[in-house]
């Protein structure tokens, strides 16, 4: 690992050098003739990385799961007895050992598990790529074509902690579920894969792949006639005052593949924001009115891959994302926003129809035929029931379970502890998302699955199959729903005292309202196959200002901002799955067993986020230092303090510090969103050359 | 010709005169604005001494020499204190060209002829806006031919910058460092457009609509990549008092946001000496500022005529001068018969980094020729000097209806105590169709709405 973190320090280096030794090109912009036309190109070129800087990982990534190595008592359940009991006592952990003391039989019918020897690995890296960005534009009067470029490569290992599912193809059969360019294999950086589409991206303009990915952010064909604009292509459409809390900005999904929402913040969402293929009309209906009109194909947001660094869906479950099966790929977003600028006062609404792109995950079948290992008893003995009982044609119980959201196969989950902690880590009720796991797919009654009603009966019905299965992996399947959008806003800039605190400040409110609005899980806090819905209300208050502490000093510019969402977070998870707790269920013969009861969430009522950033130019702009803190009130921050330095014109250097804590504050992690991403403290370096 | 009584230190004692009295009249010999009036011409208005380079020098420096360190001492008081440090000290040279004589010349012929026809109407109302005898704002034209106060010439410069009713510039800016290094170059344009007291684009002399603004101003960048489509629109009401509108682009947002009105001193790019409060020596609402005062009056050493590179096909000028040769534009300048040198404060900016800025005017159509801007210890600490041309070398020819067009050519700014320059330059196009000119009807919709930061915004 130290080689590989000299190598990249080497590079940095090396980049960093060549940059700065670049001479300083006489004009930036280049600029001809083309086609009749005046074509010009711009560009950068810029190295970018992410330096973990505590050994914390991503614990939804194999190489780093909570459960690596530890052991697990689990203890069957008995079916007889609608599993409120065990079919054997379960062993007993010395604390701080991994090591068991068997009760008699143990083995057989209960067992310590260490989740299948999944080695734990320690990375050292969260990100290291190379971006290329080139902005072609070709003008005919008042026709043009305008382009961007975006062009990434990403090497992989030196300092990555890549897990690779063919170093288990010889356990159980190997991970033979799921898009095989994300879970078949290592780490897919940039590859963003749909279900029925084989190996290739499903957006147009998009080529991506396991280190690569070159897009066009922007190629569209604008006309421009008076006070009309007409823009046909792929483009993005971004609304709204309020920087970074999304209130009217909602026309496209973030792209958050490469660094989630950790890179610059004050960059707001400008690597992120999704782009999409369609029309946008912009009209200057007079001097103080503007309308604006789009029509887009819907594409959804892109979440990072199972076991890349920023991964935010544990990798035990297989997501099935149906974007092209289920035909969204041919639904179109539109919205039309009116903003009229009255000096002082400035006004906007919006309305908008769109495919929530962030989408709904909820159970699907697996479709993986794959029997029970019958390496032990209790999958021997599902095995021996499906071939005879239910006289399957395929070996076992694979048949049976390819009904089932479940598949047989290695480095899945292991244990009812294992399921009541990732459950309540993503704000899923444990219980209800396995019930719903098995009424909604009637095919698991035949392995005498049901649901239960409380965390006893889960406890020992989960850990039945998982001793069955020797590890389950979940597979769920992402579907989108339309739902309208309605915002209003205004802005209001005081004036006061010259030059004192409360004058020239911009004071902004958005508030949108989405009737029957679904969410990222399809039960709000389970997975079941019907959507629920319920209206959102959701509230931004911006409040800007410049002001010059000094005067050898430029202004600071400071933001204070505060978001209000009545139903869900920021990544559209449902309240209701808040406030769930991790914990291990004593089985009830067992007295001594350690542990603290798993608690359903208890949900939380309303989000509440604050934001506030600063930034302070030096003189001449060629230092600039800044910072950002993003606050959930239920005990989550983010503090990113970012250093930039421009020494000449085509060359930056950006530093930034992620600093991420999930338990700032409050009792319970699971009540803010932070804890889901507090692994990823990190040091932001990059090392840009423009033209 | 004119009698010897005129000598060489004529002039000096007349400006002198002149100030003592607390007389300020454009002209030596008769009323300035009454020579213009009379044949567009100011030779009758001023002595030898103040006409041409030879006479004023007593021909130790002729029309075509260079001025440079071993002859600047010659015309030290013709030049502001900062231009004369850098001639000496830094390498800086200047080449004369002959006095322009014929205004016509001097300024867009269609703004002169509103300047003569509507002479004597412009007054200030109570809110210390300019207005037309109607008590309605100004019908176009300098309102103040023959300025007798500092607030007077400010009033005229911030009515009109350009001089024209709408102006596009394309531009090319080049950030030149203490090591003489150009570290930082950019392309981008600036728009702006007059509703009121216009001379040339129909209707006129107000856009119907639009009466209670003064100007619509925008600028915006196209490279480099990271500043791409950054832009900016100012909305000046014609309340003189009232700080313009500002709405903005920033790439990274995608979108148009509003900006506090008062961020006029900041620096528009990173390495760059220039405030929007610097445009044209007058960039901020007119009674934003105040103790407008003229403190001096003289002969003076501008670029205001010849400095157009009509050779170059994107009409881009040389440079000279500094460490690596590259901190000043090659130009020439010319004996300017007499300049107003005028001082204000900025009284509307409490946490300005300035405390006053000096600005040179030609006193026979108030055209500014250089400003000095000074911090709030009272030192130095940025200079502006400029160049304006007619668009006409003799060879090529930029037509603006049925003249020649007349605009400035190049400006350059040093901060005295970074040692940082800043080369500005008009250019016949950048990237992306953006071309300079004046008096287009397309440029309101193309530049100055926020229809338009959106179409010139990067995404």
């Known amino acids: ?375 032990n008893a209790l999958g021997l003995l599902f095995n021996q029931v499906c071939n005879v009982v239910y006289m399957t044609s395929t070996p076992g119980c694979g048949q049976i379970l390819a009904q089932t959201p479940f598949e047989v196969a290695p480095a899945g989950v292991f244990s009812a502890e294992e399921w009541f902690f990732y459950a309540h880590e993503v704000r899923l009720d444990a219980l209800e998302a396995l019930n719903t796991a098995i009424s909604d797919f009637p095919e698991a009654g035949k392995l005498f699955a049901v649901p239960v009603d409380n965390m006893q009966a889960a406890n020992n019905q ?204 409050g009792s319970n992690r699971n009540n803010n969103l932070i804890s889901t991403i507090d692994h990823a403290d990190e040091l932001g370096v990059r090392i840009g050359y423009q033209f | 010709m004119h009698l010897r009584k005129f000598d060489s230190g004529y002039s000096r004692r007349h400006f002198l005169t002149q100030a003592a009295q607390g007389v300020f009249s454009a002209g030596v010999l008769m009323p300035t604005w009454q020579a213009i009036a009379a044949d567009g011409d100011v030779s009758k208005a001023y002595p030898d001494e103040l006409l041409s380079i030879e006479g004023y020098t007593k021909g130790r420096i002729k029309t075509g020499d260079d001025i440079h360190a071993g002859n600047v001492e010659l015309v030290k008081d013709l030049l502001e204190p900062i231009r004369f440090e850098q001639v000496l000290k830094q390498g800086r040279r200047l080449t004369v060209a002959r006095t322009t004589t014929d205004v016509m010349r001097l300024s867009p012929w269609e703004y002169i002829e509103a300047t003569l026809r509507n002479a004597g109407r412009a007054r200030f109302d109570a809110g210390g806006s300019v207005v037309n005898d109607d008590g309605q704002p100004w019908i176009g034209g300098n309102p103040f031919p023959n300025p007798k106060s500092g607030i007077e010439l400010f009033a005229a410069q911030t009515l009109s910058w350009g001089r024209h009713d709408a102006s596009f510039y394309a531009l090319r800016i080049s950030d030149v460092d203490i090591r003489g290094e150009v570290n930082f170059s950019y392309n981008g344009g600036w728009a702006e457009l007059s509703p009121v007291a216009r001379v040339s684009m129909d209707p006129k002399p107000y856009l119907p609509g639009h009466a209670d603004k003064l100007r619509y101003q925008s600028v915006f960048f196209t490279s480099p990549e990271q500043y791409k489509g950054t832009s900016f629109l100012n909305v000046w009401p014609y309340d003189h008092s009232k700080f313009p ?19 006029r001193f900041e620096p528009l790019l990173p390495g760059t000496t220039l405030y929007l409060s610097d445009a044209w020596a007058a960039g901020d609402p007119l009674n934003t500022w105040s103790n407008y005062k003229i403190i001096g009056r003289g002969p003076f050493l501008a670029g205001i005529s010849g400095t157009w590179n009509g050779s170059d096909p994107n009409w881009e000028h040389r440079s000279h001068g500094g460490p690596k040769g590259k901190s000043f534009w090659d130009t020439t300048v010319e004996l300017i018969p007499e300049a107003i040198v005028v001082e204000a404060e900025p009284t509307g900016f409490p946490r300005a980094p300035i405390s006053k800025k000096r600005v040179w005017f030609d006193a026979r159509n108030q055209v500014v020729l250089g400003m000095i801007t000074y911090d709030r210890k009272g030192a130095p600490f940025r200079s502006f000097d400029g160049a304006y041309s007619l668009y006409d070398d003799g060879k090529n020819k930029v037509m603006d209806g049925k003249h020649p067009y007349w605009s400035w050519t190049h400006v350059t700014a040093a901060d005295i105590q970074s040692g940082r320059i800043t080369r500005m330059e008009q250019v016949k196009a950048i990237g992306g169709d953006h071309r300079s000119g004046a008096n287009d009807p397309k440029i309101y919709d193309k530049y100055l709405t926020q229809s338009a930061l959106m179409r010139l915004g990067a995404l």
């Open chain 1, 1 to 375: 690992m130290k080689r590989n973190f000299k190598q990249i320090c080497t590079a940095t280096l090396a980049a960093a050098a060549m940059t700065a030794s670049a001479p300083a090109l006489a004009q930036a912009q280049i600029s001809a003739k083309v086609l009749g036309g005046d074509f010009s190109l711009n560009g950068l070129v810029r190295l970018e990385m992410g330096i973990k800087t505590t050994s914390e990982q991503n614990q939804y990534n194999q190489g780093s799961y909570e459960f690596n190595g530890v052991g697990i008592a689990r203890a069957p359940g008995n079916p007889l007895t609608g599993w409120n009991s065990t079919l054997w006592p379960s062993g007993q952990i010395i604390p701080g050992l991994p090591i068991s003391i068997p009760l008699p039989s143990a083995g057989l019918l209960s067992d310590v598990s260490y989740r299948g020897n999944v080695p734990n690995e320690s990375a050292t890296m969260t990100s290291h790529a190379l971006r290329l960005e080139v902005s072609p534009a070709l003008t005919w009067g008042d026709f043009s074509i305008v382009s961007r470029i975006r062009a990434l490569y990403d090497p992989g290992g030196m300092g990555y902690a890549d897990f690779d599912a063919r170093d288990y193809q010889s356990v159980n059969g190997g991970i033979s579920g799921g898009h095989p360019a994300l879970y078949h294999g290592s780490p897919n950086y940039y590859g963003y894969r749909v279900d029925g589409y084989g190996d290739r991206s499903p957006i147009p303009l998009e080529w991506s792949g396991r280190n690569y990915m070159v897009d066009f952010p922007a190629l569209f064909l604008q006309y421009n006639n008076g006070p009309m604009t007409v823009r046909v292509g792929n483009q993005s459409v971004a609304w709204g005052q309020a920087i970074f809390f999304r209130v009217f900005d909602t026309a496209n999904g973030l792209d958050l593949r490469r660094k989630l929402i950790l890179d610059r913040a004050l960059e707001e969402y400008a690597d992120e924001r999704m782009s999409a293929l369609g029309i946008r009309i912009g009209y200057q209906l007079n001097e103080l009115v503007h309308l604006d009109a789009f029509g887009q194909q819907f594409v959804p947001s892109i979440l990072p891959n199972p076991n890349s660094p920023y991964n935010v869906i544990p990798s035990q479950f297989t997501a099935h994302d149906r974007y092209k099966e289920g035909g969204w790929d041919d639904k179109l977003n539109y919205g039309l926003r009116v903003k009229g600028e009255f000096g002082q006062f400035s006004l906007q609404a919006m309305a908008m129809s769109r495919y929530n792109p962030m989408g709904s995950f909820r159970w699907s079948k697996s479709g993986v035929d794959k029997a029970l290992p019958n390496t």
């Open chain 1, 462 to 665: 989960l850990d039945a199959f998982f001793f069955a299965g020797e590890g389950l992996h979940g597979h769920i399947e992402r579907v989108y729903r339309r739902e309208n959008v309605f915002g209003l806003g205004g802005t209001y800039l005081t004036e006061a005292e010259p030059g004192s605190v409360f004058d020239q400040i911009i004071i902004n409110l958005e508030v949108s309202y989405t009737p029957e609005r679904s969410f990222a899980y399809s039960g709000f806090k389970d997975l079941r196959q019907e959507l629920l819905t319920s209206d959102e209300v959701m509230a931004a208050l911006v409040v800007e200002k410049y002001h010059r502490f000094s005067q050898g000093f430029p202004a600071t510019y400071l933001v204070g901002q505060y978001l209000y969402r009545s139903e869900s977070d920021l990544v559209d998870r449902h309240l209701s799955g808040y406030g769930g707790t991790p914990g291990s269920v004593p089985a009830p013969n067992c007295l001594t067993c350690p542990g603290q009861q798993p608690q359903a969430p208890k949900g939380v009522n309303g989000a509440h986020y604050l934001a506030f950033a600063a930034l302070q130019p030096f003189p001449d702009y060629i230092w600039e230092l800044s910072a950002a803190v993003l606050i959930d009130v239920r005990g989550g921050v983010l503090v990113q303090p970012n250093a930039k330095w421009k020494p000449r014109g085509n060359f930056t250097l950006d530093l930034y510090y992620n600093y991420l804590s999930g338990n700032a504050w």
């Open chain 2, 245 to 263: 509108y500002l709405y903005g682009y920033v790439p990274q947002f995608r979108r148009v946001r509003q900006f506090p009105t008062d961020q």
